[in-house]
């Protein structure tokens, strides 16, 4: 692949970021979950879809942070939503009947069947290596959302053959999984990554990659990836961040900063 | 004129929470009752069955002291940080005291306390379905639509035998106000035997607020008046959150022996003046 600008004034993070709040557009409500997830919704709000509902689950519906939240339950979420309501209200009426979009989702591991482990790593669950936080809200967002994106950094230990602990389903263990279990939304559509894009396969439900970001190679991914990476006939390249993406970006995570280190986010 | 009582934060520990006792300290990162939970650790109560839906800070204190046996929760972290280490160090190597875990999801815990506030043996929803939770966590169940013959996950009620909550303010009488993001607060004062309300002052009339959670007098056992309860979450309106606090916490809670040391001349040696 050639580049004409072979160092891009931007980083790969920065990259995820943007293609993960593009993939915002045309959507009505989105139920977000803190760290990455969040940055992109408000990037979105803040580029092209000023009209983007961003729900959290502490209970604000249409809120408008003035700065990126540190946590799901930031002050300044209650005082700018259309809506402040009860846990088990935002969970019960307004994430289980289906009205949600699509979930915005991390994870600590993903597997091929795009299933997101969040609970713990290694070991027995009883004795786990690494104890992670655990479920949140994640399992119903995932289950009921119309459908997932998830926003995770590639690497070879969070893209595993199979996740320690299914947290989250995605397509379970493939094809007619998420039906036989009676869930209703669709499922993850797309994992973006700060290398590329994955989409289920429409017949095999295999994350399968579609689009590589500007000046990543295909066998990077593949390297990244612990199992072996089906890969889109004709994958596409993912267009760079626009000047005024990076400005807007720059803009809300340097407010953060000050405040917090992006890199450590993670929230209920 | 009967009154919730107003007493002091550590005569209501003391008469209220037991060794042994299910104590829910509820809050979703807002108002989160932080000066209770030192209170407990101060009284040395032990063998907690301690639940939470976001145990944080205050958890992994009151983990790290050894005051609790098993947590029921369903997100365990210090929200904008990372992990929570007295908790990994319970679970992982016993430390200070053997933690077992009963873990759920958000949507499960909110309609566990729904279901024990409104008198239900279990809550009823749509989730849970195909996770490895429904295999580790014994309490999780099935219940089939009578209607429709539909199966749907079902969980049982919970009903701590207390609930400490921290609000932004209680009037003479009792009655407490909450607003801003007020999480299952309410659901967990109505689903518990007794509760315990901090609050950050004491006011002659409630004005109305929007948003405003009200707890009559009569479903609240004892209030105590403890400004900056809450710290270091925070209290719309009075207080933000202490954001560099939890990252200190993070650097405090790693080793033991400097958690040790927090503990005591943080907690420990303090008597708090709020009497």
């Known amino acids: 692949m050639t580049r004409t600008d072979p160092r891009p004034n931007w980083s790969s993070d920065e990259m995820m970021t943007v293609a993960a709040s593009r993939a915002l557009a045309g959507r009505t409500a989105c139920f977000v979950g803190i760290g990455l997830p969040s940055t992109a919704a408000n990037l979105a709000r803040r580029t092209h ?8 689950e502490s209970g604000t519906i249409g809120a408008r942070p003035a700065t990126l939240p540190l946590s799901i339950g930031d002050g300044q979420l209650a005082q700018t939503a259309d809506a402040v309501v009860s846990v088990p209200e935002i969970f019960n ?13 991390g994870a600590a591991q993903i597997d091929r069947y795009a299933n997101i482990n969040t609970t713990v790593i290694g070991g027995d669950y009883r004795r786990p290596k690494v104890r992670l936080p655990g479920a949140g809200g994640a399992p119903e967002i995932a289950a009921s959302c ?30 007619g999984h998420r039906e036989r279990l009676g869930l209703r939304g669709r499922g993850p559509t797309l994992v973006i990554t700060d290398l590329g894009v994955l989409e289920p396969d429409p017949k095999t439900c295999e994350l399968t990659l579609t689009h590589v970001h500007p000046g990543v190679e295909v066998d990077k991914v593949r390297a990244a990836t612990g199992w072996d990476l089906a890969v889109a006939p004709e994958f596409g390249v993912t267009e760079a961040p626009t000047d005024e993406e990076l400005t807007v970006l720059r803009q809300l995570t340097a407010r953060e900063s000050a405040d917090a280190r992006p890199s450590d986010r993670e929230g209920p | 004129m009967p009154v919730a009582e107003l007493s002091s934060l550590s005569e209501a520990v003391a ?17 989160i009752p932080v000066a209770a939970g030192h209170e407990i650790i101060r009284q040395g109560r032990r063998d907690l069955t301690l639940v939470r839906m976001t145990p944080d800070i205050v958890y992994d204190q009151l983990i790290g002291a050894g005051c609790a046996s098993l947590l029921v929760f369903s997100w365990g972290g210090n929200p904008g940080v990372g992990s929570l280490h007295r908790f990994r ?42 996770t490895d939770l429904v295999r580790q966590t014994a309490t999780v169940g099935q219940v089939t639509c009578p209607f429709t013959g539909e199966v749907l996950t079902a969980l049982p009620a919970l009903n701590p035998d207390v609930t400490v909550i921290h609000a932004q303010r209680a009037d003479r009488k009792g009655n407490v106000q909450l607003w801003g993001i007020t999480g299952v607060q309410k659901e967990a004062v109505l689903a518990a035997r007794a509760s315990i309300v901090t609050v950050e002052e004491v006011v002659d009339r409630l004005d109305p607020r929007p948003d405003a959670i009200v707890l009559p007098w009569w479903v609240v056992t004892a209030v105590a008046v403890v400004p900056r309860g809450a710290h270091p979450s925070y209290a719309l309106g009075y207080y933000d959150r202490d954001n560099a606090y939890y990252r200190e916490w993070d650097t405090i809670s790693r080793d033991r022996a400097t958690f040790e040391a927090w503990l005591r001349t943080a907690v420990l040696e303090p008597v708090r003046e709020a009497g």
């Open chain 2, 15 to 31: 008469e209220l929470i037991r060794d042994g006792n299910t104590v829910a300290l509820e809050g979703f990162t807002h108002l």
């Open chain 1, 146 to 175: 119309r459908e997932v994106i998830v926003v995770v950094r590639h690497g070879p230990r969070t893209f595993v053959e199979r996740v320690d602990f299914v947290t989250s389903v995605g397509y379970g263990d493939g094809p």
């Open chain 1, 49 to 56: 879809h000023p009209d983007l509902v961003l729900i959290y």
């Open chain 1, 93 to 105: 009426y307004w994430l289980q009947p289906g009205r949600v979009d699509v979930g915005f989702l």
């Open chain 2, 89 to 130: 160090d319970a679970v992982e190597n016993d430390w200070p005291v053997p933690l077992r875990i009963e873990e759920h999801s958000h949507a499960g815990m909110a309609n566990r306390y729904a279901a024990g506030a409104s008198g239900l043996p279990f809550a009823v929803l749509r989730g849970y379905t195909g």
